[in-house]
């Protein structure tokens, strides 16, 4: 975890959990356990500033709640799930976010962009734009590259795991 101070606003920044102290992350949902340990940190580092935000992205879930003291922000992955998460969470999104965070006030906008490339898709067909289609035609055909790809990779990683079992000394 680290953090930045910006006018009356201070952005904790952390993936969520570090690979010394925790062997669980914060949770998507805060919880009493989340609370008190983001607060310790808060005390320890003596964070006064009005406005306290807490910035994540370890679960690559959007989500956003708000304590007495700080605001709590999930972010999405930018990066297609990979085969792992479709696996073991169903289909994910990705995309991305942006704020606007005025230095002294807390009239922060916040809009999240998620990538659908196939609506885009369907969309530029029916405007008749060539460039705009191949454009994301590419795009959709690495997407769908790099998923295969993984899911092949998983699959590997599987029979690897089977082999060791089966060729037990």
């Known amino acids: 975890m680290e953090h930045f101070t910006y006018g009356n606003h201070t952005f904790i920044l952390t993936h969520g959990k570090d690979s ?15 609370i008190n340990f983001i607060n310790d940190y808060i005390e320890h580092y003596e964070i006064k500033t009005k406005y306290i935000h807490l910035e994540k992205g370890d679960l690559h879930r959007v989500g956003y709640s708000r304590t007495k003291k700080f605001d709590y922000r999930n972010y999405m992955s930018f990066a297609p799930p990979s085969a792992w998460v479709q696996h073991n969470f169903g ?6 976010s942006i704020q606007v965070v005025p230095k002294w006030n807390d009239e922060i906008s916040h809009t999240d962009y998620f990538f659908e490339l196939n609506k885009k898709y369907y969309t530029a067909a029916r405007l008749g734009n060539p460039d705009l289609l191949t454009q994301l035609s590419t795009c959709i055909t690495i997407y769908r590259e790099e998923l295969a790809k993984r899911h092949t990779q998983k699959l590997k990683d599987a029979d690897n795991d089977l082999g060791q079992l089966i060729n037990v000394d």
């Open 91 to 96: 289909d994910c999104y990705s995309g991305y």
């Open 20 to 34: 010394k102290y925790m062997n669980r992350g914060l949770p998507f949902e805060l919880n009493p356990t989340a």
